[in-house]
């Protein structure tokens, strides 16, 4: 497969309607993890267009453009969901929850799909459950360097199908972070389907779109991202391939997510939690499109308050240091348009495979974050802005003298 397989969505990726209405542009955007090396000659790269859609007929919030899967999540794909603490702590949670929950029993086999290094599944692992990753990046190398069993390779209905032959059926398959990103979803449900067990319960993990509009989440929209789920979207997808939602709960991952637990239907007795967040996604308008319709207007807005705040302080020749490079401060940067002139570099910790290249579609270089202690500029832009509060008063215990200043969802000078 190649770089020819990327195409336009024309139709609606769950229902199959042509009326898709446009709710943002937000430009031509490199792929978030392509990062040239510092010090090298600036090449023709790839862009694509980003613009989020919404499907009149049945919801769905989703992007205009697939790109291939081997593009986005090449063998090369570095990211590692272990480095990052929020997320440990919240699969730990996930494992404790659909244990109490489900009553699943010891010898009950768990699959995650996109398991990336085995973070969560290690969770059960860990507690002697039999388990399965299904991987296609080299962080199914370190799953498999942990002693984590793991496929490596992308998921489709005939590797659940060789999954299902080789190791039987599976009474947990959970999706988390990667359910929203898989294309031809009809056929990835499909699947996982095939892979339950009686009584098996399918557990998916996606950035909720309420969070995402009512905190102005521009900066997570990009190509990886090819769908942005309300609990009523999920619903009717799962919906289609006879699986009944019977529990939900909001979660805080990247910003604010939802765990939407499901099982074949009429099998499992539907918990309160459904249709008190179907309340809600109602009175918000994500149900009929009406929470939608200012979003972008509320986006441009942040976009001019940012250069705004920080015009001045360049002006007055300021240095401006960015402070962590997750895939959604590309995008952040891309769309406001920061530059070297702007951003003087973005800072990540010391080992990251980000280190010593430049944000893609820029020449902002990345550095130590050792380097913000070692200059002490005047400002630190935080780009991890969802968890700014942490990363503040970690910064500021490190002996950093300078001021906090968070991108989102307003732009503005943080206390700290």
């Known amino acids: 497969m190649t770089e020819k397989t990327s195409h336009p969505v024309c139709n609606c990726q769950v229902c199959n309607s042509a009326k898709l209405e446009s709710v943002l542009f937000v430009g031509f955007i490199p792929p978030v993890n392509t990062m040239p090396k510092m010090g090298s000659l600036p090449v023709e790269a790839p862009a694509y267009p980003l613009e989020m859609l919404r499907c009149i007929d049945c919801g769905l919030v989703q992007i205009?453009?697939?790109?291939s899967q081997e593009i986005l999540f090449p063998e090369s794909y570095p990211y590692l969901s272990g480095s990052t603490r929020i997320l440990r702590s919240n699969f730990a949670n996930l494992k404790s929850e659909a244990v109490e929950l489900l009553g699943l029993a010891k010898d009950k086999l768990v699959i995650d799909i996109g398991s990336n290094d085995g973070t969560l599944l290690s969770n059960f692992h860990d507690d002697g459950y039999p388990s399965l990753g299904i991987e296609p990046s080299?962080?199914?190398d370190v799953a498999v360097a942990r002693g984590i069993d793991t496929l490596k390779t992308y998921f489709n209905r005939d590797?659940?199908?060789?999954?299902?032959?080789?190791?039987?059926?599976a009474q947990l398959v959970t999706a988390?972070?990667?359910?929203a990103h898989i294309g031809d979803i009809h056929s990835v449900v499909d699947g996982i389907v095939e892979l339950l067990g009686p009584g098996g319960v399918f557990v998916s993990e996606s950035h909720y779109l309420l969070d995402l509009v009512e905190t102005i989440q521009y900066d997570t929209i990009y190509h990886e991202h090819l769908r942005y789920y309300h609990l009523g979207s999920l619903?009717?997808?799962?919906?289609?391939?006879d699986l009944e939602v019977f529990h939900v709960q909001r979660?805080?991952?990247?910003?604010?997510?939802i765990r939407v637990y499901?099982?074949?239907?009429?099998?499992?007795a539907v918990l309160p939690s459904v249709a008190s967040l179907l309340a809600e996604e109602r009175v918000k308008g994500l149900e009929d499109g009406s929470g939608l319709k200012d979003f972008r207007q509320r986006v441009i807005r942040s976009k001019l308050d940012l250069y705004a705040l920080l015009a001045p302080l360049k002006r007055a020749g300021a240095r401006i240091y960015g402070v962590g490079a997750p895939s959604r401060a590309s995008t952040l940067i891309n769309y406001i348009g920061l530059d070297e002139g702007i951003l003087d570099c973005v800072l990540e910790v010391s080992g990251s495979h980000k280190l010593n290249k430049y944000i893609p579609g820029t020449r902002i270089p990345v550095v130590d974050e050792k380097k913000l202690l070692e200059d002490q500029p005047e400002y630190a832009l935080l780009?991890?802005?969802?968890?700014?509060?942490?990363i503040a008063i970690n910064l500021r215990r490190s002996g950093f003298k300078g001021k906090f200043i968070t991108p989102l969802p307003v732009p503005k000078l943080m206390d700290c």
């Open 159 to 169: 590797i659940a199908s060789q999954v299902v032959a080789d190791r039987g059926k």
């Open 64 to 67: 205009g453009l697939e790109v």
């Open 176 to 179: 988390a972070n990667v359910f």
């Open 251 to 257: 979660i805080p991952t990247h910003g604010g997510s």
């Open 262 to 268: 499901a099982s074949r239907k009429g099998e499992r």
């Open 138 to 140: 080299q962080a199914a």
């Open 383 to 390: 780009l991890s802005w969802h968890i700014a509060d942490e």
């Open 235 to 241: 619903i009717n997808l799962l919906k289609g391939h």
